[in-house]
Nanobody, 122 residues
């Protein structure tokens, strides 16, 4: 059974930092990434990374502030979020795909986690 378990969310003041983690179990993936969904808004792509030499991808809204990384041995992906803004407040979802980073960016990934809440106060 495949599971994606997110952790690391919480409440932080604007300008602060959080580190999200996503642990995958049940199989390995070609790519993993993060989406977020704020209240009343559609789910939006944040970042993705593959287990190949491809570089990571970021949404323009988080470039320079967020960094995605992976631990192949642990089958985990992380999202270091710095300089957080109130508009970063959302539920953050981990996504994983067997074949393609593009499928994650397009929100058509094979598997999704349950989400972790990130709240940034002003």
């Amino acid at each position: 059974q495949v599971q994606l378990i997110e952790s690391g969310g919480g409440l932080v003041q604007a300008g602060g930092s959080l580190r999200l983690s996503c642990a995958a179990s049940g199989r390995t993936f070609y790519a993993m990434g993060w989406f977020r969904q704020a209240p009343g808004k559609e789910r939006e792509f944040v970042s993705a990374i593959s287990w190949s030499v491809q570089g990571p991808r970021y949404a323009d809204s988080v470039k320079g502030r967020f960094t995605i990384s992976k631990d192949n041995a642990k089958n985990m992906v992380y999202l270091q979020m710095n300089s957080l803004k109130p508009e970063d407040t959302a539920v953050y979802y981990c996504a994983a795909d067997r074949y393609s980073v593009d499928r994650i960016v397009a929100a058509t990934a094979d598997y999704w986690g349950q989400g972790t809440q990130v709240t940034v106060s002003s």
